[in-house]
């Protein structure tokens, strides 16, 4: 009886309990229905949940002073004003109206690096009373260039990014061609292959055209400028580049690449800035040099033309007194030819001063008309001439 009894008491408390299968029972589809609309409350209370609790924290007053407090809204502002900078930058790309010295048109990036690193004055008031309100034409857009490119300087010094750039090429091909023979193997179709758009991405033409023509643009830019040092279109940059070098030369020595790198970017950036925040001290200490160096100048002209006309002077005196003095040798010769005591030209003799006279016959010596005799060798001729007698040798 207990046997018996039992049986139905288990079966009842079976029943009691939640039966955890929907699709065991006849009715399924009614029970997946019941599941699927427990899991979508429960989805919309979370939802409900997650939203009631950002709008309290949206809302409450803490946060709505950090939203609209005035740090948001100086942020906001300096964001709209460094756009608006950019914006001011990229309008600016135009070629100038003035041209270069031969009178060839420059290129739009002349104007766009002079609005870049270009100065803004103050009034003449304002700036005796405050100095530091000189500043850059587009200060947040120059800030902002300034620090990327020093960034990216000190990036590529400390950050092997061609490492970084081929470890990330290998592990999108790794993935998927892992993907694809995956794929593959388990579906019989790859991931990638399937993942493949209808349509490669291609450059535009027109935004290719564009890019090839600002990179003209920016090369020719360097060109001309260096031309334009070179040629000595405005005497004071030829003189900063010659200084500029100057010190490169002495600095690459010592200095790495990327310290070069930083401090021409430093160079380049902050000097326009420092000239016209100190242009007073520094106007004052050209003009200071350039009455030096027109002292100094006028000075050595004036010793030059001192020097110049010494010389001259005695120049012209020797010159004067050696003429002097071949006009008198001159003179002297034509009188002593003119006059009756004058040497014979034709006198064999010109040691003598004789008189001069035709020649006659009798200044002439008789030719011998006797034949001489063969006499020996150790007669008496020989003899005598070698005692050196001077008297006559008769034969």
């Not at 995956?182 to 055209?209: C, H, I, S």
């Not at 001290?281 to 006309?309: D, F, S």
């Not at 003119?338 to 014979?344: F, V, Y």
């Not at 150790?378 to 001439?385: E, I, L, N, S, Y």
């Amino acid at each position: 009886m207990s046997d018996h009894g039992s049986a139905p008491m288990a079966d009842q408390q079976k029943t009691d309990y939640p039966n955890l299968d929907p699709y065991a029972s006849s009715n399924g589809s009614e029970a997946q229905a019941k599941a699927q609309s427990g899991l979508q409350n429960a989805r919309d209370s979370v939802y409900n949940n997650a939203s009631a609790a950002y709008d309290s924290v949206a809302n409450h007053p803490m946060t709505q002073n950090v939203v609209n407090g005035p740090v948001v809204e100086k942020a906001k502002e300096e964001a709209n004003k460094t756009s608006n900078e950019f914006s001011n930058l990229a309008n600016s790309r135009k070629t100038p109206d003035q041209p270069a010295a031969t009178g060839q048109p420059l290129t739009n990036y002349h104007s766009m690096f002079y609005n870049l690193l270009s100065v803004r004055l103050s009034p003449e008031p304002v700036r005796i009373a405050r100095a530091d309100t000189d500043q850059w034409e587009n200060p947040r857009a120059t800030g902002v260039s300034f620090a990327t490119t020093i960034v990216f300087i000190f990036g590529t010094r400390y950050i092997p990014v061609l490492k970084y750039l081929f470890k990330g090429l290998y592990i999108i091909f790794g993935i998927t061609a892992a993907a694809e023979i995956a794929g593959k193997v388990a579906f019989d179709k790859g991931l990638a292959t399937q993942m493949r758009p209808r349509k490669y991405y291609v450059v535009p033409k027109e935004n290719l055209e564009r890019a090839l023509e600002d990179v003209e643009q920016l090369i020719n830019f360097f060109v001309i400028e260096v031309q334009r040092i070179i040629f000595v279109e405005n005497v004071y940059a030829t003189i900063a580049a010659f200084t500029t070098t100057f010190i490169g030369y002495w600095l690459v020595k010592f200095v790495p690449k990327w310290g070069l790198a930083l401090i021409a970017t430093s160079f380049i950036y902050l000097l326009p800035l420092i000239y016209v925040r100190n242009r007073e001290q520094i106007v004052n200490q050209l003009e200071r040099a350039g009455n030096m160096i027109g002292q100094q100048t006028q000075q050595a002209k004036e010793m030059a033309a001192y020097h110049t006309g010494r010389a001259t002077e005695t120049v012209k005196h020797t010159a004067s007194t050696y003429s002097a003095k071949a006009q008198e040798m001159v003179g002297h010769g034509k009188n002593r030819a003119a006059s009756p005591a004058a040497p014979n030209p034709a006198n064999l003799n010109p040691a003598k001063d004789e008189p001069e006279r035709e020649v006659q016959g009798e200044d002439f010596p008789t030719a011998p008309r006797e034949e001489f005799h063969n006499a020996p060798h150790d007669g008496p001729v020989v003899a005598q001439a070698e005692a050196g007698s001077a008297e006559p040798i008769q034969i």
